[in-house]
């Protein structure tokens, strides 16, 4: 065994026998114990939305709604001992769609034929999707999401922390076949107007006071399951290449982005009532992701075998962030706090523990329906990442 590995084992077991060890305390994000994002929605927003979309409320009505949560949510967050908070994503009725709708160029297109097959333990959950269509020119005519960010910093005592998807999104599941040739017959061009209107809603959020940004990325995971390299090759993309594509667009959003800014990038297997889409490790896209990818940190699903080992973060440089999302968000039953901490130590056998945080392996509610678990259970695993990472770093 190398001597570096044999080097950060003997520490990490040290630190877990109790010595005297303690890191450095983070106090800019990722922080030790965090969280990616959405948030079950309390029934009364539920019925708020239904009723709006039947005409019965007026939006400013819905409005007040989602704000009285929004401020439940963060009061929660806050008393779990998080120390960054989202709005749950309330506003939303997919954690995606909602954002990329409102991307000039983007409209709404219904396309039956897209079904995905969902797996839970109990067997597959058919889902037909959103779908899209790109028939003008990618531009962005305002901050996305700006309204939104505006009020979730005025109610949060911690650090607020906003969630787009990434532009990865725009094009994975529909291809080429979703992007109007005759307005880009050269895909290198919807890729740079892409990166160009992602660019300018980092900066009109940066304005708005934004210092934590969340990028959140199906497709880095998605394309380490075979099944998925051999969708993007039906649909005659190239997939052995997709996942470099694709973080050639996100670093070109990034690339002026504004000092003091966090941005980290969240990657799943699929997260709907529970179920999820694709499987396997990290392995095939890790190099390339962990080395190229310009961010400051990486949240990563690994809450069961679906996600494969740790063996690829050896890649992790030295100054990026993991995010372990060890605490699943698909069902109620609590982790063990002893196995999380040895699944901590494992991940440090290959990046070092001072580079590592906690949190759920995804969202709790990537969509209105959200998991299948209840708010207090939702509650008792956010303050099980606070405690557990306390004992850890201390």
């Known amino acids: 065994m190398p001597d570096v590995v044999i080097r950060l084992e003997r520490d990490v077991q040290d630190e877990f026998d109790g010595e005297e060890k303690s890191m450095p305390e983070r106090n800019t994000p990722p922080f030790r114990a965090d969280h990616v994002g959405s948030l079950l929605r309390p029934p009364e927003l539920a019925r708020a939305r239904e009723q709006h979309a039947a005409g019965e409320l007026t939006s400013e009505r819905l409005r007040e709604v989602e704000d009285a949560a929004i401020r439940d949510a963060v009061t929660m967050q806050q008393a779990v001992g998080l120390r960054s908070a989202t709005d749950g994503e309330f506003r939303r009725g997919s954690w995606h769609m909602d954002f990329i709708y409102q991307l000039d160029g983007v409209t709404k297109s219904q396309d039956d034929a897209l079904t995905v097959q969902f797996r839970n333990l109990e067997g597959v959950l058919e889902f037909t999707p959103a779908a899209l269509r790109v028939d003008g020119r990618i531009g962005l005519s305002k901050t996305i999401f700006g309204d939104d960010f505006r009020y979730l910093a005025s109610v949060a005592q911690t650090t607020p922390k906003q969630t787009i998807p ?229």
């Not at 080395?291 to 992790?316: A, I, K, N």
């Not at 991940?347 to 580079?355: G, H, I, L, M, T």
């Not at 678990?373 to 606070?386: G, H, N, T």
């Open 166 to 394: 990434s532009p990865s999104m725009v094009h994975y599941r529909g291809g080429r076949a979703a992007i109007d040739q005759t307005v880009y017959p050269d895909l290198e061009e919807f890729w740079a107007d892409l990166s160009a209107a992602y660019a300018a809603e980092v900066r009109g959020l940066h304005e708005l006071g934004c210092t934590y940004l969340q990028l959140d990325d199906t497709s880095l995971a998605y394309l380490n399951d075979p099944r998925q390299r051999a969708m993007i090759a039906e649909q005659g993309g190239d997939p052995d290449n997709q996942h470099l594509r694709n973080i050639a667009a996100l670093n070109a959003a990034l690339a002026r982005r504004p000092d003091g800014m966090t941005v980290t990038t969240h990657m799943c297997r699929g997260n709907f009532r529970s179920s999820w889409v694709a499987e396997g490790g990290y392995e095939y896209v890790a190099e390339a992701l962990f080395t190229q990818l310009d961010v400051d940190g990486f949240f990563l699903e690994y809450d069961d075998e679906r996600s494969g080992g740790f063996e690829p973060l050896r890649f992790v440089p030295a100054d990026k962030l993991v995010v372990l999302g060890l605490v699943t968000t698909k069902r109620g039953q609590l982790e063990s706090k002893d196995e999380l901490k040895r699944r901590i130590e494992q991940a440090s056998r290959y990046v070092d523990p001072d580079q590592l945080c906690l949190s759920p392996q995804c969202g709790f509610s990537s969509t209105s329906e959200g998991n299948d678990l209840s708010r207090d259970e939702q509650a008792a695993k956010l303050e099980l990442i606070v405690e557990t990472a306390t004992e850890v770093w201390g």
